[in-house]
């Protein structure tokens, strides 16, 4: 093993979204070791580097499941954007119908029919109080937010509409995810991994949903989460199944991995 990469929600953080006190002691060893680890994650980045233990060394951060890689000293490694073009079709309010919206930009994150719900996901947010007019040149990614019968009538709207222009894909069953072509935590990854100069094949990756699912495919020593989203299963059919987040699965299965030297 010669490098841990982890999404955070449903995998790395507990019930409470936080790194438990297991977990925590556990990534100080491997990374006293010198195994270096990297998030991955459709969070944004500033989210990440608050979620993130202060007293731990910081990390590379893969966001917008991809569209932004950020290196350890925050320096910015690589960015993908939607163009505004894409935004426009993207927020037509047709489109949007009744579901909770989330626009990612650099600085911030901006929501519209903004409730509870999607808050608890995406902190604070500015509400677009014109989805019509609104115009941005700085988007990483849109997430709708809504039941998953809302969700595969926008999916199935936006694959017709713009088919390859665009990658789709869910970090819950209530989040659909859309980011530039090409765009998605594997691909980030890859970038990652080789400016640091790592194997793909030494990286234990950890994951639980179908957003993770090329990143776990390109990571020599994948791992499901036993929480993690049915489809995800049965798209990684090999790929071992450890335990649960609100059960610190992943600090348990990285001791096991030191203690073997893997």
Not at 42 to 58: A, F, M, S, Y
Not at 75 to 94: A, I, Y
Not at 105 to 128: L, N, P, W
Not at 249 to 262: D, H, S
Request: overall charge negative; hydrophobic content about 40%.
């Amino acid at each position: 093993m010669q490098f841990i990469v982890s999404d955070l929600d449903g995998t790395l953080l507990d019930a409470d979204s936080r790194v438990a006190p297991e977990t925590h002691a556990v990534l100080r060893q491997a990374m006293a070791r010198g195994i270096p680890m990297a998030i991955a994650t459709g969070r944004h980045e500033r989210q990440v580097r608050q979620l993130w233990p202060k007293d731990l060394p910081p990390v590379p951060v893969i966001s917008a499941n991809g569209a932004r890689v950020h290196l350890a000293d925050g320096s910015l490694l690589f960015q993908s954007h939607l163009s505004p073009d894409l935004l426009k079709r993207l927020l037509r309010p047709e489109r949007v119908r009744d579901t909770e919206l989330g626009v990612y930009r650099d600085d911030c994150i901006m929501a519209y029919h903004s409730k509870r719900e999607f808050s608890h996901y995406t902190g604070q947010v500015e509400e677009i109080a014109d989805l019509e007019r609104f115009c941005a040149d700085d988007v990483s990614k849109v997430i709708y937010c809504g039941t998953p019968e809302q969700l595969k009538e926008v999916e199935l709207d936006i694959a017709r509409d713009l088919g390859d222009e665009v990658s789709m894909t869910y970090s819950h069953v209530c989040y659909l995810e859309v980011m530039a072509p090409g765009v998605h935590k594997g691909s980030a990854l890859a970038m990652l991994l080789k400016h640091l100069g790592v194997d793909a094949a030494g990286c234990a990756a950890f994951g639980d949903n179908l957003n993770d699912a090329e990143m776990l495919q390109l990571a020599g020593l994948p791992h499901v989460m036993a929480n993690a989203h049915p489809e995800l299963k049965r798209r990684l059919p090999d790929v071992p199944v450890i335990g649960r987040h609100d059960e610190a699965a992943v600090a348990r299965q990285l001791v096991t991995m030191l203690n073997q030297k893997v």
